[in-house]
């Protein structure tokens, strides 16, 4: 069974420009989850979808921070404009549909800004 | 609100030393609590997990127990190998499949 698929896997780039995170998660898992990891830190939930609605995006800075999972399955994370402190890894996971299902992480993509 | 504390590292340990691990969590009703593992250059994996009090986790030799009367949930495993080497992630959830993390333990085993 292929795992959750994340693109790309470097991302440099310097503050106030654009750049977008795509996700495909594993078939079949309804619920769709982006992370934020700072150097450091834990993972910390940005926004979690459930096929294509929002289910909870409390944490994130929606200033500049806009995600969307339009058919239900693959889910593309921007940053517009990125800031020196966006500089971190983000996580994609999925899991089936259901409360306490465990959560299957992608690689995830390592941004830089400069 | 919900967290967990997880012991500080960096922990270095030679091989087929004892390991544990301290988390200890603050919740809301019932979590269920996790210990996840990301080896150099991959993503999270889950090590092992328990739903409910006194449950044990246990996976790759690793085990942990969920103790709610000391709001615990330490990772185990009694003798290491260089291949454990990675950080070590405890984290909780509370019915909404929102995951709280830990900081993190990185553990390095030398041979």
């Known amino acids: 069974e292929a795992g959750v698929a994340q693109s790309p896997r470097y991302k440099i780039i310097e503050k106030r420009q654009s750049v977008a995170f795509w996700c495909n998660p594993i078939?079949?898992?309804?619920?769709l989850y982006w992370y934020q990891q700072i150097l450091g830190q834990g993972p910390k939930l940005l926004i979690q979808f459930q096929n294509n609605g929002v289910v909870d995006d409390s944490q994130l800075p929606k200033d500049r921070f806009s995600a969307e999972r339009l058919k239900g399955v693959d889910s593309t994370l921007k940053i517009q404009p990125a800031k020196l402190e966006d500089s971190a890894v983000y996580l994609c996971?999925?899991?089936?549909?259901?409360?306490?299902?465990?959560?299957?992480f992608g690689p995830g993509t390592r941004l830089l800004v400069l | 609100g919900d967290s967990v504390t997880q012991m500080e590292g960096p922990v270095t340990l030679s091989e087929e030393a004892f390991l544990t691990i301290n988390c200890t969590y603050t919740?809301?009703?019932?979590?269920?609590l996790f210990w996840y593992v990301q080896y150099p250059g991959e993503g999270l994996q889950l090590l092992l997990k328990a739903t409910k009090a006194d449950d044990k986790g246990s996976n790759k030799g690793f085990e942990a127990t969920y103790r709610k009367e000391t709001t615990s949930f330490h990772l185990e495993k009694g003798s290491v190998q260089v291949s454990d080497s990675a950080v070590y992630f405890c984290a909780l959830e509370t019915g909404a499949n929102n995951l709280f993390f830990g900081t993190g333990t990185r553990l390095t085993v030398i041979p």
């Open positions: 919740a809301t009703g019932y979590p269920s």
């Open positions: 078939s079949g898992h309804a619920t």
């Open positions: 996971a999925s899991s089936l549909a259901g409360v306490r299902e465990t959560q299957y």
